[in-house]
């Protein structure tokens, strides 16, 4: 499935999506664990709320919904950001796709992005990547989904529609997210969506002593 196939597909199911998804759970969880070391690190420390990024928000009852006021989501399906303007409605919301975000350099503090990153291509996930250290001020922090296998796939009948999965495997998730800049990567397991474990990785975006993003 190209990029339009894959947002015509989350138009298609992300009611559905929305209805079947638990918005409780222990991944619901780590972001307080996120906003912690936000809070703890004085290279991101800020007078006051940091200012997050939720990739792949959807309806946004999920994650958007228990981030700090005024988070900024972002998602490829208009559907899926009109539900997320009646769940989150002091959120800002921004149609765009995940491997050209629509950002400045060095504008949040931190990025959310669950069950997202591997609907799109796996050969474009260093580009993804990328473009979240691009985004990330410096020692700015990562929280997001880490595929547990190799696989690229359509899903037939998946929430009553079908879906585009892809991702090059759990060690090469990790390897690309050290090359795009991001270090002390830390992995959990906890409770998904729709009630099966999924891991995750929270890692920092490295940067020189004095605070600045280090040259590549």
Sequence with gaps: MDR???RRAWD???ETYAERRDPDGSD????DDLL?????DPRVATDGDPLVLDVGCGDGART???LPPGSVGLDVSRRGLDLARETVPDARLVHGEMSALPFAADRFDAITAYHAV????????PTVYDEFARVLRPGGRLLMTLPSGRFETVRRGWMGGEMFFSAPGRERTLDQLRAAGFADLETRTATD???SSTEFVLARLAADPDGTRPEP
């Design 64 to 66: 958007l919904a228990n």
């Design 4 to 6: 339009n196939a894959v």
């Design 118 to 125: 591997f609907h799109v291509e796996r050969e474009r996930h």
């Design 28 to 31: 619901a969880a780590l972001i």
């Design 12 to 14: 298609t199911v992300a």
């Design 36 to 40: 912690d070391a936000l809070a703890s």
């Design 193 to 195: 969506p729709l009630g």
